[in-house]
């Protein structure tokens, strides 16, 4: 079983809509945890931390459950600008542990 | 402010020929990450040093590549010889580990590398 698992879509949404991915992990061990997006050709980029208690940054909501170990990111809103693959990361055997992404694109 | 600075951007090359890869971390961090980047595996981690010194290896594919890290300001990973399926984006990213590797890595814009 892999260490991160996650849909690779694509998740093919409108402008205005509202778009949520999941991830599960094996290791319940792992402690941090973390969304990255990355754009086409690009680097990934911090999207934002997910902690226990849920955290939101505007239009983005990130939550964490321990017992079913999965992380969630639901886009509220999706703009033309949220179209990348989504990593879902996480500490793990060996320091980060990236999972292979789940590709979003947004259209008009 | 820089951020991770790598080099070259794009490599073009033939099998049998020796790659080195560059990387400048952001100024203060102490924790340097290369990584390996193909649609089939994904985001793989190859190795990490702190404070210079490798820590975990383990994801280095086999004796041909190697890295070394002779100061806070400079890292190379370097394959010898170079074979087609090591074809992929190699990035480099750093941290600030004064709480372990939970710190935000900013990621370096990536090597292209293609062996002919």
């Known amino acids: 079983r892999k260490e991160v698992e996650q849909d690779p879509g694509p998740f093919n949404v409108p402008e205005g809509a509202t778009v949520a991915f999941n991830c599960t992990y094996s290791?319940?061990?792992?402690?941090?945890f973390f969304w990255y997006r990355q754009d086409c050709r690009k680097e990934p980029k911090l999207l934002m931390s997910v902690y226990s208690s849920g955290n939101e940054d505007g239009r983005f909501t990130a939550q964490l459950n321990r017992a079913s170990q999965y992380i969630s990111l639901l886009i509220r809103d999706s703009k033309l600008s949220d179209s990348a693959t989504y990593l879902c990361v996480l500490t793990g055997r060996r320091a980060l542990t990236f999972g292979s992404g789940t590709r979003l694109q947004v259209q008009p | 402010d820089a951020g991770v600075i790598q080099s070259p951007r794009h490599e073009v090359t033939e099998m049998g020929q020796e790659v080195t890869l560059r990387c400048k971390p952001i100024?203060?961090?102490?924790?340097l990450f290369w990584y390996r980047q193909t649609m089939m595996r994904g985001l793989e981690l190859l190795i990490y040093?702190?404070?210079?010194?490798?820590?975990?290896d383990s994801g280095m594919p086999e004796d041909r590549f190697s890295a070394k890290m002779p100061n806070a300001s400079f890292s190379t990973l370097k394959i010898q010889p170079s074979e087609p399926r090591d074809s992929a984006v190699y990035f480099c990213a750093s941290s600030h580990r004064d709480r372990g590797y939970t710190d935000t890595q900013y990621f370096g814009p990536g090597t292209r590398l293609t062996v002919l």
């Open positions: 290791n319940s061990a792992s402690q941090s």
């Open positions: 100024s203060g961090h102490n924790s």
């Open positions: 040093f702190n404070n210079n010194v490798p820590i975990d």
